[in-house]
C-alpha cells in the first residue's frame, strides 16, 4: 500500500503563485507513475500533470507553460510536487495526488486533497 499526503494549497490572488507538495510513502518502490488531478465543483477530476518513474511528464493544456510537475526520491519517501504560477480563477478546484502502483496489476492510491482557490 502507499500513504499520500497532500499539502501546500490555500487562497492566492490572480497571477499568483502556489506550490503544492505531496508525500508518498509505504510501498514507494512499486510506483510506476504519479500525477495530480483536480476537480472543480461540478465539474469531472480532471489530469493536470503526471510525470512517471522514467521521468516522462505529460501537462493537460490549461497547465502547459504555467504549471511544473516534478518528483524528488528519498530512502523512504518520495515527494511529488506541482508550481503553480500565473493562477487563473479557473484554477479553483481541489487538488489530488495520485500514486500509480504496480505489483502483479495495476492500482491507484489518492490523497486526500487539497483546496486551491484563485480570488481577488
Known amino acids: 500500500q502507499v500513504q499520500l499526503v497532500e499539502s501546500g494549497g490555500g487562497l492566492v490572488q490572480p497571477g499568483g503563485s502556489l506550490r503544492l507538495s505531496c508525500a508518498a510513502s509505504?510501498?514507494?518502490?512499486?510506483?510506476?507513475?504519479m500525477g495530480w488531478y483536480r476537480q472543480a465543483p461540478g465539474k469531472e477530476r480532471e489530469l493536470v500533470a503526471s510525470?512517471?518513474?522514467?521521468?516522462?511528464?505529460?501537462?493537460a493544456d490549461s497547465a502547459k507553460g504555467r504549471f511544473t510537475i516534478s518528483r524528488e526520491n528519498a530512502k523512504n519517501t518520495v515527494s511529488l510536487n506541482l508550481q503553480m504560477n500565473g493562477l487563473k480563477p479557473e484554477d479553483t478546484a481541489v487538488y489530488y495526488c495520485?500514486?500509480?502502483?504496480?505489483?502483479?496489476?495495476?492500482?491507484?492510491?489518492w490523497g486526500q486533497g487539497t483546496q486551491v482557490t484563485v480570488s481577488s
Open positions: 495520485v500514486a500509480v502502483v504496480k505489483v502483479l496489476s495495476t492500482r491507484d492510491y
Open positions: 509505504g510501498s514507494i518502490s512499486n510506483i510506476v507513475a
Open positions: 510525470i512517471t518513474s522514467g521521468g516522462s511528464i505529460n501537462y
